[in-house]
Antibody
């Protein structure tokens, strides 16, 4: 069974940093692109970033470019999202998902940016 | 960026009905389209990829069609568990983008 478990969310002040982690199991992690998608309170889904199997190719939505970094550690079956310079508008539940078409999703990690 | 427009934004239907949700892309995305179902407080669930391919374990009451710019998700014989919000997403070009969602409610 495919499982994706996010951690690392929390309350942070504007301008602060957080690092989200996603541990994958139940599939061959190195075979898949991985993706982060977020959902603000009461809002729709927003694609944030994707990374290829080897970790050498990354793409971001414009609103997080230069502030967020997606990475992965294939030895640990883990995906990461380093978030710097956080803003109130980054407040959301962040989900990791398998593949570019997001076939499987984790339950999400809540990030709240507030003073 | 490619804009994805879903219609309707909300839809009321009865158990047993057949409903269709439409998703239009602002430019040709070939068949690089996925559909998701989301229930309150839950993670989204993938239903369809490549516009018309059913994800493993998804019942055949869900079907997708279309290519280029116009796509549809059809749900036949609605059951109580089908009332949820549905999203389309294009993955043809970065940034990937979602539609705004269609909330399917019980009439």
């Amino acid at each position: 069974e495919v499982q994706l478990v996010e951690s690392g969310g929390g309350l942070v002040q504007p301008g602060g940093s957080l690092r989200l982690s996603c541990v994958a199991s139940g599939f061959t992690f190195t075979n898949y692109w991985m993706t982060w998608v977020r959902q603000g309170p009461g809002k729709g889904l927003e694609w944030v970033a994707s990374i290829n199997q080897g970790g050498g190719e990354m793409y971001y939505v414009d609103s997080v470019k230069g502030r967020f970094t997606i990475s992965r550690d294939n030895t640990k079956n883990s995906l990461y999202l380093q978030m710097n310079g956080l803003r109130a508008e980054d407040t959301a539940v962040y989900h990791c998902a398998r593949g570019i078409a997001a076939a499987s999703w984790g339950q999400g990690a809540l990030v709240t940016v507030s003073s | 960026d490619i804009q994805m427009t879903q219609s309707p934004s909300s839809l009321s239907a009865s158990v047993g009905d057949r409903v269709t949700i439409t998703c239009r892309a602002s430019q040709d995305i070939r068949n690089s389209l996925a559909w998701f179902q989301q229930k309150p407080g839950r993670a989204p669930k993938s239903l369809i990829y490549a516009a018309s391919s059913l994800q493993s374990g998804v019942p055949s009451k869900f079907s997708g069609s279309g290519s280029g710019t116009d796509f549809t998700l059809t749900i036949s014989s609605l059951q109580p568990e089908d009332f949820a919000t549905y999203y389309c997403q294009q993955y043809n070009g970065y940034p990937y983008t979602f539609g705004q969602g269609t909330k399917l409610e019980i009439k």
